[in-house]
């Protein structure tokens, strides 16, 4: 079974502090990971993905296959950071890949 | 540029009805999913399609009906609707294995009352 866990609901950190979220992922085979972001009043988008390993409003990622994580990281973090972020994962599925979420996490950034 | 749209946005809807959230993609993606999401659980997936014609389950599937019958089309039914029920939904779609990029529509607000 496919599953992805982000043990904190919510993040509050300092302007300028670093920021780390975490996911932990579940999966057999070989799967996609990426992480979305929701910033208020506006859809769900894609913010980076671990095929990619870019580098995206300075947001990095990498995944750990030995401790099954992707924990989404930034050095210092932004007001305009402030959302909420999603971890997914994608993997086969009977018909084909299904893209599933973790909980969420709230970031706060304060000045 | 549309992508993908959902209607209604709101809906209250009484105990027993039945109602039918519209989604609709004009970036003739294979993929499309409906996803519903309650504070502290995250999103979680109900159904998903990789084509017209194919539908499979998700995690949360029980109350929900879907049909693929368009490329375009993913609507997603509710028949006796229940309190439960009550939570944001949205749908999603991409072009397929390889081009994971998924893209939602705004949400549907449903209220079960």
């Known amino acids: 079974a496919q599953r992805v866990t982000q043990p904190e609901k919510l993040l509050s950190v300092f302007k300028g502090a670093p920021v780390e979220l975490k996911c932990n992922y579940s999966y057999s085979g070989s799967p996609e990971l990426f992480w979305y972001v929701q910033y208020s009043r506006q859809r769900l988008q894609l913010l980076l993905r671990?095929?990619s390993r870019e580098s995206i409003k300075g947001f990095t990622a990498d995944l750990n296959k030995g401790e099954t994580s992707f924990h989404l990281k930034k050095p210092f973090a932004q007001e305009e950071d402030s959302a909420m972020y999603y971890c997914?994962?994608?993997?086969?599925?009977?018909?084909?890949?299904?893209?599933?979420f973790g909980a969420g996490t709230i970031l706060r950034v304060k000045s | 540029n549309a992508g993908v749209t959902q209607t209604p946005k709101f809906r209250i809807l009484k105990i027993g009805q039945s109602m039918t959230l519209q989604c609709t993609q004009d970036?003739?993606?294979?993929?499309m999913y409906w996803y519903r999401q309650d504070p502290g659980m995250g999103l979680k997936l109900i159904y998903y399609s990789v084509g017209a014609g194919i539908t499979d389950k998700g995690e949360v599937p029980n109350g929900y009906n879907v049909s693929r019958s368009t490329t375009e089309d993913f609507p997603l039914r509710l028949e006796l609707a229940a309190p439960s029920q009550t939570s944001v939904y949205f749908c999603?779609?991409?072009?397929?294995?390889?081009?994971?990029?998924?893209?939602f529509g705004q949400g549907t607000r449903l209220t079960v009352v």
């Open positions: 997914a994962l994608s993997g086969a599925g009977e018909y084909g890949n299904k893209l599933v």
């Open positions: 671990h095929i």
């Open positions: 999603a779609s991409n072009r397929g294995q390889g081009y994971t990029e998924a893209f």
């Open positions: 970036m003739n993606h294979n993929y």
